[in-house]
């Protein structure tokens, strides 16, 4: 196939903020039952999927950030096989993936990686699948897929695949990666071992988040992995601290861990809590599919 005829799809991958998470029972299949508000961000992984022969990755790492392997379980591979088997079986691609999400640090980077792939081959190979049809392939993928195909925030529930749309008003974080990294099945195991009480309070997160009382979401929102994440690598706790110390309105490990995002009151506030953290911390945005940019240095803004 001749690379001047080759037709390109572009699509953001964006990193997620859980602004409440409560894992309940474990289900026969595994998996736990669990309740969430998962907002999409203005931090991106940025795909370019390419009509060719055959299915391959390449990954352009950040600098200073950890690599991601590009092999077949890379989940952006596995959602390219996952369409292609239900909708394309003959079409190739060649999906280049600039990462600038932190590697699993609990913001969902491989999941919105693959959601963004199922979007845009959706489009290049012309599979014409429905949204709800898109949701169904998602949820085969990871827990967190379906919520970010979606183009805002979403109430999830199921194991995640049950997601309802929700708008939330605009805030600012502060998301502070590690170096380490735990991986989700233990972080749920870890849940099972101390089996403690949920705590907090949803309806509380979710009025806060929709009228945009930040102070009131920063003291209500919650993540019941995060004590059992915490007993273990005591550092989230002590960046808790550093960051609320920094004048933020609130911290929360992300998902499964270990990264904590600092809730904070607009852009001055959020240079002083970077300050802070000899980590570095990424300031980020609850952001719509259809409102962040691709910055591409060859067309300028776009
Ligand atoms: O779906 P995902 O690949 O993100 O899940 C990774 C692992 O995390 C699962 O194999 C399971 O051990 C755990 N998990 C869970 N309950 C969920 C989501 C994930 O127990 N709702």
């Given at each position: ?164 749309p929700i708008e939330i008003e605009q805030m600012i974080?502060v998301i502070v990666p590690f170096d380490f990294r ?84 607009g852009m001055d506030a959020a240079f002083e809590v ?29």
């Amino acid at each position: 196939m001749s690379a001047l005829q080759a037709r390109e799809v572009r699509e953001l991958a964006r990193a997620k903020i859980n602004l409440f998470l409560r894992v309940g029972e474990r289900r026969e299949d595994g998996f736990h039952e669990m309740e969430s508000l998962i907002a999409p961000t203005s931090l991106a992984d940025e795909l370019i999927a390419t009509e060719a022969d055959g299915i391959t990755l390449e990954i352009d790492p950040s600098p200073g950030r950890e690599e991601t392997p590009a092999g077949p379980d890379n989940l952006a591979v596995v959602a390219a096989l996952a369409l292609a088997e239900v909708a394309a079986p003959s079409r190739g691609v060649a999906i280049e993936l600039v990462k600038n999400i932190p590697v699993a640090g609990g913001l969902g980077g491989g999941s919105a990686d693959a959601a963004a792939v199922l979007l845009a081959l959706n489009d290049l190979w012309d599979c014409g699948l429905s949204p709800g049809a898109l949701d169904e392939l998602a949820a085969t993928i990871g827990s967190d897929v379906p919520a970010l195909l979606q183009d805002g925030a979403s109430l999830v529930r199921g194991r995640g695949e049950l997601v309802e749309p929700i708008e939330i008003e605009q805030m600012i974080w502060v998301i502070v990666p590690f170096d380490f990294r735990v991986l989700t099945p233990e972080v749920f195991g870890w849940w099972d071992e101390d089996a403690p009480a949920s705590t907090g309070n949803p309806s509380a997160v979710i009025a806060a988040a929709r009228s945009g009382d930040i102070a009131g979401l920063g003291a209500a929102m919650f993540n019941d992995l995060e004590g059992p994440v915490t007993a273990r690598h005591p550092e989230i706790a002590a960046t808790r601290e550093r960051v609320l110390d920094a004048g933020a309105l609130g911290a929360i490990m992300c998902g499964s861990g270990p990264s904590v995002a600092a809730l904070t009151a607009g852009m001055d506030a959020a240079f002083e809590v970077m300050r802070a953290v000899p980590e570095g911390g990424i300031a980020v945005a609850p952001a719509l599919r259809s409102e962040i940019q691709w910055d591409d240095p060859d067309d300028g803004a776009l």
